[in-house]
């Protein structure tokens, strides 16, 4: 059975930073790629950062110079370090493990979130 579960959200003021946490049972980091997701109140869910299993990254333009997702093989764990933390941060953040082709990923399994709240 696979998991994923996210830590590491919570409460910062605007301009500070916090790192989110995936750790996975029941499949392997490498062999996917890996997504960060949010979603705002009344907003649809929308793709943050992801990188492939060739370990490159990508990120949407709200967050590049800002975000930065790593993994830790040995760990089987994704990271989020996310900086200079805005309101428009204000979000539950999911990551997901899928397939990456074609400038296009298709998720398989998702986290259950984690809520991170930005105060201004």
């Known amino acids: 059975q696979v998991q994923l579960v996210e830590s590491g959200g919570g409460l910062v003021q605007a301009g500070g930073s916090l790192r989110l946490s995936c750790a996975a049972s029941?499949?392997?980091?490498?062999?996917?790629?890996i997504g960060w997701f949010r979603q705002a109140p009344g907003k649809e869910r929308e793709f943050v950062a992801g990188?492939?299993?060739?370990?490159?990254?990508l990120y949407a333009d709200s967050v590049k110079g800002r975000f930065a997702t790593s993994t830790d093989n040995a760990k089987n764990t994704v990271y989020l370090q996310m900086n200079s933390l805005e309101s428009e941060d204000t979000a539950v953040y999911y990551c997901?493990?899928?397939?990456?082709?074609?400038?296009?990923?298709?998720?398989?399994?998702w986290g259950q979130g984690t809520q991170v709240t930005v105060s201004s």
């Open positions: 997901a493990a899928g397939k990456y082709s074609n400038s296009d990923y298709e998720i398989h399994y």
């Open positions: 029941g499949l392997t980091f490498s062999m996917y790629f």
């Open positions: 990188i492939r299993r060739s370990g490159s990254t």
